[in-house]
């Protein structure tokens, strides 16, 4: 099928798109920028030129696809410490694909954060609502509730890691450990992360698109819960810096998010789509020393 993906030399879609073509699908990427538009054309994608304001570019993108992942995100805002812009931002692009692709039998799969989860006091499910007014949460909920629309939603770690993740939450924690000369963690740092490899998430979006349900709610976690504590540790030795509890301040972007308490299940998910993680862990990766470099 020929699938329109946003956020296509990204992170996560820097892995899709070639998962995507090993898989015999046509892949038609999203590109900003001049090099966006060549690492997608050297992976063998066709580009179409836009961003994330491009409405009528993304209309146009998704009425000639057969599917749509919608991986991009105004991150730049988020950590500049406007969310609700940028969700505002992603609820106008869910919206915009839905007018297109509604009535048409055409896939849409969406992305949430696991972090929506945290304040549970127990281990989410996809069984897990996130309310309307939950920053993303009404773009979510209107694609899996969508009754005319195959529509999904993979759900994401803050920890999606692997050799391409330079500008994550794990990069963001490391820079700030060398920055500060101390590789902080929240409270007692017994708070939770799920956590997935990028490789194996690539592989998740390629079966939702392929075959999820509608009104899939999908959770890409390989690693249910890792503590904050546990991921200090591995900065703190890695960089030779002390390891112990901060202020949340200390976190700079990050400060609204680091100590949320947010295990996720994806048992469901795996079995619903045949999804086997088979990448290397979070704190195996961090061992690995890549991320240091």
Known sequence: MKVFVTGASGHVGSALVPELLRAGHEVVGLARSDASAAKLAAQGATVQRGDLDD???????????????????????M???????????????????????????????????????????RTATEDERVPDDHSRGTARNLIIDAPDLRGAVVVLPPTVHSELDTAGFIPLLVRIARDTGVSG????????????????????????????????????????AVSLREIAEVIGRKLDVPVQSVPAEHFGPLASMVAR?????????????GWETKEPGLLADLEAGFYFE
């Open 185 to 224: 963690y929240p409270g007692d740092g017994t708070n939770r992360w799920s956590a997935v490899h990028t490789l194996d998430a690539a592989r998740l979006y390629r079966l939702a698109v392929e075959q999820a349900p509608a009104g899939s709610v999908l959770h890409a976690v390989a690693e249910e």
């Open 261 to 273: 308490d947010a295990p996720t299940s994806g048992a469901r998910t795996k079995a619903l789509l």
């Open 55 to 77: 409405l009528d570019g993304l209309r146009k993108g998704a009425a000639e696809a057969d599917a749509v992942i919608h991986l991009a995100f105004k991150h730049e805002e």
């Open 79 to 121: 950590f500049a410490g406007n969310y609700a812009g940028a969700s505002a931002a992603d609820l106008a692009v869910v919206r915009a694909f839905m007018d297109e692709l509604s009535g048409t039998g055409k896939a849409l799969i969406g992305t949430g954060g696991t972090l929506s989860y945290s304040g549970l006091g």
